[in-house]
Structures are given as structure tokens and as C-alpha cells.
């Protein structure tokens, strides 16, 4: 018997087999777990290839749901958790794992980003979670959890990370808040801050080749981490050994966050 057997979710984020809610995704299936799961909607439908991507991707594993969902539409959200209930029931979990902001806004410098840029960063990367939320609120059963991606630039200043970093802070913020406004439900809600993987949100984000090779040197471990590690960690946050962890940010970064200077022996 897995860990997640009998326990039903969502997961809000698969764009290809490089993301983060796809490594969480398959620790989740390994351990039993029906899920449902969301797209980003194509431009084209007669040219689905996000679809097509991820259903490659979750149909082996027995979706119970794909769906389009663009979290800038409530009705879209709205759409998804009913269609959720339909096809799963009451849930124990969900999975977001969502951000954007467009590229002329992310290059920098922060003072430069645009209104609009910075509402859309926010709107996408923020403010979906408490949409995703107010939702789940209803649809999770009792002990039910949810968890959302973050990075280290959040915290502190990571070059190149730029408006994004300022999404992380407010989201990182928005997890303590609905921890404590959940957390009476018996429901939970925690962050993972992952170290840098390489993916599509990724390939956009300025110097992430060099934070690629300043893990190796500086972190603790001496390495960066692996998706596999990732998707094991957020696959506990989700499940009911974290019974007594809410409103946390957990960092699977091989150490990282902890140096604030190169160990003696980092060739940089
Ligand atoms: O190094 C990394 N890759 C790290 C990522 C380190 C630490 C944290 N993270 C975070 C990201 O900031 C994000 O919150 O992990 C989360 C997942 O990111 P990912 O797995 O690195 O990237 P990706 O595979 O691109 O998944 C993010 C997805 C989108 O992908 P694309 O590339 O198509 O934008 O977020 C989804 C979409 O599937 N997404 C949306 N979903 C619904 N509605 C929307 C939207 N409007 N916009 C983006």
C-alpha cells in the first residue's frame, strides 16, 4: 500500500516532461495517488500541442482528467474544480505549479518593468494561488494539502531572477496567510523552493546558467539538486507524514540558501 493510495488530486502545471509538477507527479502516482490534471490552453485548437504534450505525458499514469485551464480566467478555475469533483470526488490534494512573467519584464532592471508586465507576473504567478485556493477550500477533504513552487530569489536577491523575485516574496507570503486562514479546516498549505532545473520557465530567466554552477561550489552538498529530489519532496509535503507542516517554505536546494559567502574551496 502507497502512501497515497485512495487519495485523489489536482495538479495545475505540467508543460513538458521537464517540469517540476511532473517530477512531483510521478512520486505521486509511484505511491498510489488518481489525479487530475490541467494544460495550458492552446492558441490554435486545431493545433493542440500543449494538450497533446501532457497527455502523452499523464495518460499512461490514468488521468482522471485533462483539462485547459488559464488561471488568469476564474470561470476557467471554476470549470476545472467541477469538472474535478465530477471525475475524482472530494480531493486531498492539489498542485500548483505556475509562473510567468513575459521576457522584457523579466530581463530587468526591476525599476524598468512595466505596469502591465508587472500586473500580468503577478496575476499569473500569485495571484493563482489564492484563486486556486478559495476553490480548493471547498473541494479538499479533511488533512487535505496544498503546495505551490518557489525559488531562493524570493528571499534574497538572485541576479536575473528580477520581477519574478518579487512574485516569490508575495507568494511566499500568500502560503503563511493561507496557512492560517485554512489551517482551522484541517487543511494545509507550504511552499517548496527548488534549486535551479532546467525547464521551459527556467530557460527564460537571465544568468541561470551561472546559478547552474555556482550550486556545485557553493551549497553545502557541493552539487545541485535532481527533479527526482524535487518531486520526492513535494510528493511528503503533500502527503500525511507533513500532517504538522503548514505555512512552511521548505527548501530542496541541496543547502544553498544557508551560505552567505563561497565555502574555501569553490573554484568560481
Ligand atoms: O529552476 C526551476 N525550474 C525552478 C522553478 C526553481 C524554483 C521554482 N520553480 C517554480 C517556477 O517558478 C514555477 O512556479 O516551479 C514552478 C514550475 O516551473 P517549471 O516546472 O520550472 O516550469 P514549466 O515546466 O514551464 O511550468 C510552468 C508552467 C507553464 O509552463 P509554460 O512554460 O508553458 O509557461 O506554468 C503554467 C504553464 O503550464 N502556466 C500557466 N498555467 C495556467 N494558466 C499559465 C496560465 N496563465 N501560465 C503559465
Known sequence: MGLFTGKKGLVFGIANDHSIAWAITQKLHQEGAEMGFTHLPDKDP????????VRKLVEPLGAKLLTPCDVQKDEDIDRVFAQAKEALGGLDFVLHSIAYAP????????YNVSRAGFGLSMDISVYSLLAVTKRAREALNPGGSILTLTYLGGE???????????CKA???????YLAHELGPAGLRVNALSAGPLKTLSSSAVGDFDVMLKLYPAMSPLRRNVTAEEVGKTGMYLLSDLASG???????VDAGFHVM???PADAKL
Not at 534574497?156 to 518579487?166: A, D, F, L, Q, S
Open 245 to 251: 507542516v503548514t505555512g512552511e517554505v521548505l527548501h
Open 103 to 110: 521576457i522584457d519584464d523579466l530581463k530587468g532592471p526591476v
Open 170 to 176: 508575495a507568494l511566499e507570503s500568500s502560503v503563511t
Open 260 to 262: 552567505g559567502a563561497p
Open 156 to 166: 534574497t536577491v538572485i541576479p536575473g531572477y528580477n520581477v519574478m523575485g518579487i
Open 46 to 53: 486545431t493545433r493542440a500541442k500543449m494538450e497533446h504534450r
